[in-house]
């Protein structure tokens, strides 16, 4: 150990040759926070995890976690191997993300899902027997439909209208936008059928940067996929697949343009780079982007609109997973935060005492369409007093503006503190609820913990 080294504390982690579950050390380096642990048969591994500011062991300490309602597994072989959920997860289900398709039709070479190629999808018959065990899991959960690519599916909005009649409230698609961009009358349907927003991959504004992490150009093709959403009023989050060397500098341009399509663009969730999938390889510390890089980025990028100090982490999972801040931007685009003090996200740990329903209506609400997700009851800015709420109400949904990050975790950075207190679910065809990080693990060769063989 370096003179300069200090240990801030232990975890348990995974070795990124065998899987099998070791100790881990977070080692400081000045204000950089490294991951270090040692399998006995592979060696030691070393993984830069927090490039602060802000002050690594201060953001960390925001941890409130809460017991899931209903487990389908039981503690055998330890965790992150009883996924189910399994009796030692600390946190309830919010969203579940349904794999309805492995086909997609890009080849990009950044892929959490490892998708393309072929492979039969499930019949809807199956995604029926889906929801109702959701539902008897606790459900219903917001829905993220995923996949692959799932406007592949002709009978996408078939799935969205039965998950609706079965009483889920909220549907997010995972797309890349093609579809929607090509073809209104299947994107009118999927309105039709109660489709709630759109995530839309969204990487930058050159598209240079899109031949990079997708394999050919598309900016043309987003521009049009967000035009037709805002003609079916559909809220849109932009999703940029943050790599360093390649789109780090794109950062305030998306802000920007985020801000030139609202309404109907909603706000943008970052989602710097994680090695599984297609990425199998051992990256060097540059090849990563951690959290406090981007809050810190966002505030350069901005030129000081957004500042660090305006991001905080999210509620309901572990504090070094994500950040957020919310912006009221004015006709000048000036950017005002304000976060409310009862609903700072989805997944909040009042869900363990009946506050699911509200934190669920707070992401509908934030992520739809301006005006269209509006429940009773919800709570607003403190401190700001209007006569009409409903007027009020109308002005912050249209000139809101969401920021947010995740930052997902591979083999090599995995904490599974963190992965014990997710909130976001992958249902496996099996039939068992896995944290999204635990479904995505690959192995240094890129084989799968969870992730069903094509
Ligand atoms: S991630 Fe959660 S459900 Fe999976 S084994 Fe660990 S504690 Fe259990
Ligand atoms: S998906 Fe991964 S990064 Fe996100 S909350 Fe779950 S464990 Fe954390
Ligand atoms: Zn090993």
Aim: aromatic share 8%; glycine share 10%.
């Amino acid at each position: 150990m370096q003179d300069t080294e200090k240990i801030l504390g232990t975890a348990e982690s995974l070795c990124p040759e065998c899987l099998k579950r070791i100790p881990a050390r977070k080692v400081a380096v000045g204000r950089d926070v490294f991951l270090a642990k040692t399998c006995p048969e592979h060696g030691e591994f070393r993984t830069i995890i927090w490039r602060g500011p802000p002050d690594y062991q201060t953001w960390a300490a925001a941890e409130q976690p809460a017991a899931p309602q209903i487990c389908a597994t039981t503690v055998d072989k330890g965790c992150p191997f009883d996924c189910g959920l399994c009796p030692e997860h600390r946190q309830h289900t919010c969203c579940v993300l349904l794999e309805v398709t492995r086909r997609c039709n890009l080849g990009c070479p950044v892929c959490f899902a490892a998708a393309g190629g072929g492979g039969d999808d499930p019949d809807i018959g199956t995604i029926e027997g889906w929801y109702r065990l959701l539902l008897a899991s606790g459900g219903p959960f917001n829905i993220q439909l995923s996949g692959g690519e799932p406007t592949l599916r002709d009978d996408l909005p078939e799935i969205i209208a039965l998950g609706r009649l079965l009483g889920f409230g909220f549907f997010q698609l995972n797309t890349n936008g093609l579809r929607l961009a090509a073809d209104g009358r299947y994107a009118k349907r999927l309105k039709q059928a109660g489709l709630s927003c759109v995530f839309l991959q969204f990487d930058g504004l050159d598209d240079g940067v899109y031949e990079k992490v997708r394999g050919t150009a598309l900016l043309d093709i987003k521009k049009a996929a967000i035009t037709r959403c805002a003609e079916l009023e559909l809220g849109v989050m932009l999703v940029p697949t943050l790599v360093p060397g390649v789109n780090t500098d794109e950062i305030g341009g998306i802000i920007d343009f985020a801000i030139s399509r609202m309404p109907t663009v909603r706000g943008v969730h970052f989602q710097p780079v994680s090695y599984f999938g297609r990425y199998p390889q051992t990256p060097a510390d540059n090849d990563r982007f951690t959290l406090p890089q981007l809050m810190q980025a966002l505030a350069a990028q901005t030129g000081g609109k957004m500042q660090v100090s305006d991001f905080r982490p999210s509620s309901g999972r572990h504090a070094c997973c994500s950040f957020h801040a919310n912006y009221l931007v004015s006709a000048a685009g000036e950017l005002k935060p304000w976060m409310s003090e009862a609903v700072k996200s989805c997944c909040q740990p009042q869900l363990a005492t009946g506050g699911a329903s509200k934190a669920r209506a707070f992401v509908a609400r934030r992520w739809s369409a301006a005006g269209s997700a509006r429940t009773d009851g919800e709570e607003c800015c403190p401190g700001i007093v209007t006569d009409s709420l409903d007027a009020f109400l109308h002005d912050i949904d249209s000139r809101s503006l969401c920021i947010s990050a995740m930052a997902f975790q591979d083999c090599r950075n995995i904490e599974l503190g963190r992965l014990r207190d997710c909130p976001l679910h992958v249902l496996h065809p099996a039939g068992r609820l896995i944290p999204f990080c635990a479904y995505n693990l690959t192995d240094n060769r890129g084989e799968p913990l969870y992730r069903p063989p094509r």
